[in-house]
């Protein structure tokens, strides 16, 4: 990858277009990854708040999968389900 | 122009009411208070457009100010001392991403022992944080560079603090003459953001992480903006300048011509210094003043320009870096001299810690003392300390 010199860099790090994250996937970070059981869920969208990668998929108003291209594997959305509910579980990567 | 008696903080609030800026977040803070007093006065009363933002403390006065900067807002504050001190993680945030925040600064100094009264400490402790610096004479001053530095901040997209000195001017009434609001509007002009978070059909991330492979860029951009920066100011005072007859330049040259000594000072200083060298020219000493008031960026071309013809220079601090040599503005104005194969000796009084008064008796003392120096070619001390008890 072309490595960029002061001059053409974005101001300050500001990034957008090409610079974008979703060009920079970082699932691979992970070490553990939620799994997600439609059966079980109640599409209350907690999850989806939570996540601090926008990695809670949705479509039509409901949940449809998880996108493991972005996701950390931080355990934020298995925390957040509701405990009745239980819809998420971490599982190691 | 509209005559006022205004203080220091009642000029800077005046300042901030007619450029009305979107947000003010801010904390009180000795002898800053008033400044964000009269101006949350001027929030209540309606006389302003801005959102007031009642912080818990000036690291959260600064994180508010980036936070709303970066949405795309026209952003002041004010804190002083010790308040500044917990700006200071923030202050290189707004900096690095390159916010146009102007910050009206009350000089104090630092803890401890506890002291609420004016050095320039707090200020040259975020010296390197990536703001101009900005410092005052007196009150009308004090205005003139607060208006100013709202345009100097926005042309060159760094941050901006004007700094005056505590209750030495932010108490001190004054009668100064201020611009009428449609003259400051349409000298300012309309504020247009560089970007702004809130722009939802333009995405963009602000504050990536930034390792080893692009950090240093970012910050060489920063660098070379300071650079420029010098542009913006000159284009600023300039402008300020021919409008409304008040000529600001990065310093003051006072009675330099002929002189065979010069004394550097910032701030209030500046002004005693004034009276004692008039007093001196009568005595026939040829002695003369350079008020620096632009600290960043540094005008070093310029001050090797003006102060490379003189025998001594002596440089008055009010603060000290603790190097064990001398302060700031002393070694920042040393060095800016240095590749010259002749120039002038250069010594450094440190005066004036904790509001310790400075008098005329003292700047002539500093004088006589260059003058000496300047006769024998011989520094008893490099660094001293004026008015300190031994
Ligand atoms: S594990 Fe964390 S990053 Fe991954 S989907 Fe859940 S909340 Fe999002
Ligand atoms: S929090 Fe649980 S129940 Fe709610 S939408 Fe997410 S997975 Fe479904």
Redesign the interface.
């Known amino acids: 990858m072309k490595?960029?010199?002061?001059k053409e860099?974005p101001?300050?790090?500001?990034?957008?277009g090409e610079?974008?994250?979703e060009n920079f996937p970082t699932g691979d970070w992970r070490s553990e990854r939620p799994v997600w059981d439609e059966e079980k869920c109640t599409d209350c969208f907690l999850c989806w708040i939570y996540c601090p990668d926008s990695s809670i998929i949705i479509k039509d108003g409901k949940v449809t999968g998880i996108n493991y291209d972005y996701c950390k594997g931080c355990g934020i959305c298995a925390n957040v389900c509701p405990p009745k509910v239980k819809a998420i579980e971490m599982i190691p990567d | 122009m509209p005559l006022k008696a205004l203080t220091g903080n009642e000029s800077m609030a005046e300042a901030m009411r007619q450029i009305n800026p979107d947000v003010v977040a801010a904390y009180p803070i000795t002898p800053a208070t008033e400044v964000v007093q009269i101006f949350s006065s001027f929030v209540a009363d309606g006389l302003v457009d801005t959102e007031f933002v009642a912080v818990e403390s000036e690291h959260s006065a600064m994180s508010a100010c980036v936070g709303a900067a970066a949405a795309g807002a026209r952003v002041m504050t004010s804190t002083a001392s010790q308040g500044l001190a917990l700006m200071h993680e923030v202050l290189y945030v707004a900096a690095g991403l390159r916010l146009p925040i102007v910050l009206c600064e009350i000089n104090r100094s630092l803890s401890a022992p506890i002291n609420i009264h004016c050095d320039h400490s707090d200020t040259m402790g975020s010296r390197d944080a990536g703001w101009i610096q900005i410092f005052s004479e007196n009150v009308q001053e004090t205005y003139d560079n607060v208006i100013q530095a709202m345009k100097i901040a926005e042309s060159s997209r760094i941050p901006a603090l004007v700094t005056t000195d505590g209750f030495i001017l932010s108490h001190c009434l004054e009668r100064i003459e201020v611009l009428e609001d449609s003259e400051v509007q349409s000298f300012i002009g309309e504020y247009k953001p560089a970007y702004s978070l809130l722009d939802i059909e333009n995405p963009i991330t602000v504050g990536p992480l930034d390792l080893q492979d692009y950090y240093f860029e970012h910050k060489r951009q920063e660098i070379e903006a300071m650079r420029e920066a010098k542009k913006s100011i000159e284009k600023v005072n300039k402008e300020f300048g021919d409008r409304f007859r008040r000529r600001y330049d990065f310093f003051e040259s006072y009675k330099l011509n002929g002189a065979e000594i010069a004394i550097v000072a910032l701030g209030s200083t500046a002004g005693t210094a004034k009276v004692a060298i008039d007093s001196l020219r009568e005595e026939g000493k040829k002695v003369g003043l350079l008020k620096l008031r632009v600290f960043r960026p540094f005008p070093y071309e310029k001050l090797c320009e003006v102060l490379q013809k003189f025998k001594v220079v002596a440089v008055l601090d009010r603060s000290d870096s603790m190097s064990s040599t001398g302060g700031p503005v002393f070694t920042e104005a040393r060095s800016a001299l240095y590749d010259l194969t002749t120039r002038p000796r250069f010594v450094n009084y440190i005066y004036g810690l904790g509001g310790r008064e400075i008098t005329e008796s003292d700047i002539k003392k500093v004088a006589n003392e260059a003058l000496k120096i300047s006769k024998t070619g011989k520094i008893k001390e490099l660094v001293q300390y004026l008015g300190v008890r031994e």
């Open positions: 490595k960029y010199g002061w860099l101001l300050g790090a500001i990034l957008k610079w974008s994250t």
